[in-house]
């Protein structure tokens, strides 16, 4: 039996795609429906172990609650008030609405990707989820081509959001992960966490990033939600974004979970931008029993902001790839 597979299957109506890695004991599933990662399965203390909190069914797929594994693209996180301005233009995500006006990660989070490369060879399995959902629309009159390619390899999984302006005009645009991981069987708050960052974000009452430099707070001074050295969550709330992360040597960028209990860990890396950590609190059932992080290109709400107009313009014809995954620990 080759070492990595890569196949079609299903779950009900909703066509999915496995990734394999047999020697490691280690399979991947993710739904065409969103690109959305269903589960990571790894051994863990002997035993099969979930490390993804993904849908279990295809009803789930189709409902999203939570946005778990949601590919967030062409902007993640909300926008404040539907509105922002991009080459001196004012535009209107939600034209006429007259209630709440929130809008939130992106346009994709329902498109049926098309499979566009599955392959597998000796050295890893890979998966290429292409669509054209980014589309002339109410607020966005831009076009975007994206395709998110997940490899399987010894190291772990990688994923690549390439992300391609068809539009004869630049356009912003920008990519987040919506991940949610598990350690343990229990709940986030006995579970460690690093994240290498110098700031933490401030947001409003309605979570909206706040202007300017009133965004960002040292963590020196907001050590509550100081996790540079590892810690146990315990009962700390987290719905934040970290900026100023730290790269290592070779320039990738490490969040670390781990369950002490037992001694699994892993990473979640990605090669810039900004980890938004999330506990779950408002979810209701299943509140806790994992913790967000999300490897994201640029701030949410960034389509409003000055420091962050060069970070998500895409020039016409121009491809820009966002970078990030999960390193398991070697044998």
């Not at 997940?150 to 990688?158: Q, R, V, Y």
């Not at 209990?261 to 029993?289: I, N």
Request: charged letters at 20%.
């Amino acid at each position: 039996m080759a070492q990595f597979r890569a196949e079609r299957s299903a779950i009900g109506a909703q066509p999915i795609v496995v990734l394999t890695d047999a020697q490691r004991q280690r399979r991947v599933r993710i739904a065409c429906r969103g690109a959305a990662l269903l589960g990571f399965e790894v051994p863990r203390a002997g035993t099969p172990f979930d490390l993804a909190w993904g849908y279990r069914d295809a009803a789930e797929i189709v409902a999203r609650d939570g946005s778990h594994f949601a590919i967030m693209a062409p902007f993640p996180g909300r926008i404040g008030d539907a509105r922002y301005e991009f080459d001196g233009h004012a535009y209107d995500l939600a034209p006429g609405v007259t209630g709440p006006r929130e809008v939130r990660h992106g346009f994709v989070r329902d498109a049926d990707f098309d499979v566009e490369q599955l392959v597998a060879d000796a050295g890893a399995a890979r998966l290429t989820l292409a669509t054209q959902a980014i589309r002339p629309r109410a607020g966005y009159p831009f076009a975007i081509d994206l395709a998110v390619e997940f490899m399987l390899d010894p190291a772990g999984l990688t994923l690549a959001a390439h992300m391609h302006n068809v539009g004869e005009h630049a356009a912003p645009c920008y990519f987040g992960w919506h991940a949610y991981f598990r350690a343990g069987p229990g709940l986030s708050n006995d579970w460690t966490l690093e994240i290498p960052a110098y700031t933490t974000v401030r947001t409003d009452d309605k979570l909206i990033v706040l202007p300017g430099v009133a965004a960002y707070a040292p963590l020196d001074s907001t050590p509550e939600l100081d996790f540079r050295a590892p810690r146990r969550v315990g009962a700390q709330v987290l719905d934040n974004a970290y900026t100023h992360l730290v790269a290592d040597a070779d320039g990738r960028i490490r969040t670390r979970l781990a369950d002490p209990a037992s001694g699994f860990g892993f990473t979640v890396w990605q090669e810039r931008g900004v980890m938004h950590a999330f506990t779950g609190d408002t979810l209701g059932a299943g509140a806790r029993s994992a913790i967000a992080l999300e490897p994201m290109e640029c701030l949410a709400n960034a389509f409003t902001r000055p420091d962050c107009a060069d970070a998500i313009r895409l020039a016409p014809d121009a491809l820009r790839t966002f970078r990030c995954g999960i390193e398991l620990p070697q044998d």
